[in-house]
């Protein structure tokens, strides 16, 4: 089974259109994260959610609106898409808090989905 | 804000042969340094990690140094295989609260040839 599934792979569209990319994880964490990897590879990371609650908000246009239903659930939804969105979004997921009290920042990554915008 | 830099962008060894990967931070506060390996297609996956308050780590063919005087850090792969041909990352974790933020070095491309 894939412990971080993302979907769609592959997102092909138009500028100005809005679109979704869906995040799920069966690791039972308790924290979803959405990188974003640019043309040079380069990753960095755009939102994060502990237990639905939005804890990383990085400068990202608001035209970008995560939502989390559930603490298994991460989606992203992206508005009047733009040229300069097209990338490969990441989603991954972490255990932060652990039974035994100590934090763990081990990110487990979906396999990703790759925006192109034209 | 945490800055990582990364070198080399890409590297070219022979099978058998060893691999440096070489990563320096900025912010003294970071504590956490994992390594992820990306193949072709797919998404970043956790090699090994090393925390602050520990100079080495080792794990089969790999392993990983941590100099927080000279907030730097490296990866050494050892008898290199093909399979390990891949864009591996560095990172730096500035961990605090219990909210983990990556900050990713710019990756470096590692092409083993047989």
């Known amino acids: 089974d894939t412990a971080v599934s993302q979907t769609p792979k592959y997102l092909v569209t138009q500028m100005g259109n809005d679109k979704s990319i869906k995040c799920e994880q069966n690791?039972?964490?308790?924290?979803m994260y959405w990188y974003k990897q640019d043309s040079k590879k380069f990753l960095k990371i755009m939102f994060s959610?502990?237990?639905?609650?939005?804890?990383i908000n990085e400068t990202v246009p608001n035209r970008f609106s995560p939502k989390s239903p559930d603490k298994a659930h991460l989606n992203l939804h992206i508005n009047s898409l733009e040229l300069g969105d097209s990338a490969v979004y990441f989603c991954?997921?972490?255990?932060?808090?652990?039974?035994?009290?100590?934090?763990?920042?081990?990110?487990?990554f979906g396999s990703g989905t790759q925006l192109s915008v034209l | 804000g945490e800055n990582v830099e990364q070198h080399p962008s890409t590297l070219s060894v022979q099978e058998g042969d060893s691999a440096v990967i070489k990563c320096t931070y900025s912010d003294s506060a970071s504590n956490y340094f994992p390594w992820y390996k990306q193949e072709l297609g797919k998404g970043p996956q956790l090699i090994i990690d090393i925390r602050s308050n520990v100079g080495e780590k080792k794990d089969q063919r790999i392993a990983v140094t941590l100099n927080k005087t000279a907030k730097h850090f490296s990866l050494h792969i050892t008898e290199t295989q093909p399979e390990d041909s891949a864009v591996y990352f560095c990172a730096a974790s500035p961990f605090s609260g219990g909210y983990n933020k990556l900050i990713f070095g710019a990756g470096t491309r590692l092409a083993v040839h047989p």
């Open positions: 690791l039972g964490h308790d924290t």
């Open positions: 959610y502990n237990n639905k609650e939005l804890i």
């Open positions: 991954a997921s972490s255990q932060v808090f652990t039974p035994q009290g100590t934090t763990n920042e081990k990110l487990f």
